[in-house]
């Protein structure tokens, strides 16, 4: 089926969102949800226990490879035989910034997970903030890395489209426009970076899936979500790109003005956990922050995965002596354990 831009806006209902909403001043803050639940429990089963692998890594020069093929065993994550998409975080290029997933761990993971037997790697993502993707992978150094891996990266932004309805109603959209890549894909792994938001607090596995929403038919910087509301619409998202994997960059993070303009964290760790709910209250425990503070972590806690830290099971390195106290984004100091 062949759309233009208009055609997709106008079909996934982001025209009357516009209109409604008028614009990114009218996004709606946390505290929104309420009852019933916006999901169906046929749909999502009700979530059980869950494990999550934090494991110490004081920088990105180390083996990487044998730490991400730890973390692969300890959580118990299954690659062989199965395609496999990573999705790291780069939204902007600053020298000397933690804006982005390191490559370095990128190409250590697609080199872990093709050592175990995994039928093919792809890296992909679709930046919020440029256009021109292209521009964003190059200066990053993720286009030289992957070019020295022999691996193939495919911009979110501009790839071909399913229309996928969805079974989660936050947004209020009845389906979104999601690449064709990830539908053909068996393993979505989200691989953000550790980081604090100045929209909702924190950004880890969840949020990073923004990302897998095409700019070409969202907007930027994906502004379409931020009129539907940004904690609303992690939820939708992540409902509808549903990674089985996470692997969190926590061995510099960024605090404060997240996720772009904040200040780097030398944190040492990469988490790992096949719940992406459960990897990020484990991350925003590593931030120093308290999970059940973090109304969208809650929310996805109902049906997505694990929220309850009881419930998840540590393995690896205690999270307890590594968290660092991350200075939050502005407005979120109550999200501080």
């Known amino acids: 089926m062949s759309l233009t831009r208009r055609d997709l806006l106008l079909r996934s209902g982001v ?10 001043l009218a996004a709606r803050q946390l505290g929104a949800f309420d009852d019933p639940p916006h ?15 934090v494991l110490r890594a004081e920088s990105y020069d180390g083996d990487l490879e044998r730490l991400v093929s730890e973390g692969l065993r300890l959580v118990e994550a299954d690659v062989r035989g199965r395609s496999v998409l990573l999705k ?10 933690a804006v982005n997933t390191d490559p370095r761990l990128v190409v250590a993971t697609a080199n872990a997970i093709r050592s175990v037997g995994a039928s093919s790697v792809v890296v992909a993502e679709g930046p919020g903030h440029r256009r021109d993707t292209e521009a964003v992978v190059a200066a990053s150094g993720l286009r030289e890395a992957l070019d020295d ?7 979110l932004n501009d790839a071909p489209l399913v229309r996928t309805p969805l079974r989660t109603r936050y947004t209020g959209l009845d389906a979104l426009w999601v690449p064709q890549v990830l539908r053909e894909t068996e393993v979505i792994v989200s691989m953000p970076k550790l980081k604090t938001h100045h929209w909702v607090g924190v950004t880890l596995s969840l949020k990073n899936c923004f990302g897998c929403m095409p700019g070409r038919v969202y907007g930027w910087p994906k502004d379409v979500f931020h009129v539907r509301g940004i904690p609303e619409s992690i939820l939708d998202i992540a409902a509808a790109v549903r990674p089985s994997l996470a692997i969190v960059d926590g061995i510099v993070g960024m605090q404060g003005d997240g996720p772009i303009a904040g200040d780097p964290v030398r944190s040492g760790v990469v988490l790992f956990s096949r719940d992406p709910v459960a990897a990020d209250v484990t991350g925003a425990r590593l931030m120093g922050m308290d999970p059940e503070k973090v109304e969208y972590l809650m929310q996805a ?23 660092r106290s991350y200075r939050p984004a502005p407005r979120f100091e109550d999200i501080v354990a």
């Open 15 to 24: 025209a009357a969102a516009w209109v409604a909403g008028g614009g990114l």
């Open 39 to 53: 999901f169906d429990r046929a749909d999502y089963p009700r979530p059980g226990r869950s494990a999550a692998a």
């Open 88 to 97: 790291p975080n780069l939204v902007e290029f600053f020298h000397g910034s």
């Open 149 to 155: 891996a022999g691996l193939r990266f495919v911009d």
């Open 301 to 323: 806690g109902r049906f997505l995965g694990q929220a309850r830290s009881e419930l998840i099971e540590q393995r690896g390195e205690d999270p307890g002596p590594l968290a």
